[in-house]
């Protein structure tokens, strides 16, 4: 069972990364007033919260020694950060 909530939690977070950066591609490319929507900060604000709480996750493994004990708290957070696209 731990191991699939591993895996769970490295597709969730590989999932972050990349919807983070289609978001802030999307963020750069559109334009509105005359320049892009990615300039204004409530584009810019969530963005940079969800990318420093994936990178938060990201480096969970790594901060602990028992991973397959811990796994819940990992599984958690990358598939809710998911759920907010």
């Known amino acids: 069972m731990n191991a699939e ?5 490295g597709e969730s977070l590989g ?3 990349y919807f ?5 591609d999307y963020a750069n ?5 005359g320049g892009p929507i990615g300039r204004n900060q409530g584009v810019q604000f969530p963005l940079a919260r969800l990318t420093q709480r994936r990178k938060l996750r990201n480096s969970w493994p790594a901060r602990q020694q028992r991973c397959l004990i811990m796994v819940s708290p ?3 957070r990358p598939t809710w950060l998911n759920c907010l696209w």
């Open 20 to 24: 983070l950066r289609r978001a802030s």
């Open 74 to 76: 990992a599984v958690l």
């Open 15 to 17: 999932d972050a990364r």
């Open 5 to 9: 909530r591993t895996l769970i939690a």
């Open 29 to 33: 490319e559109r334009e509105i007033f």
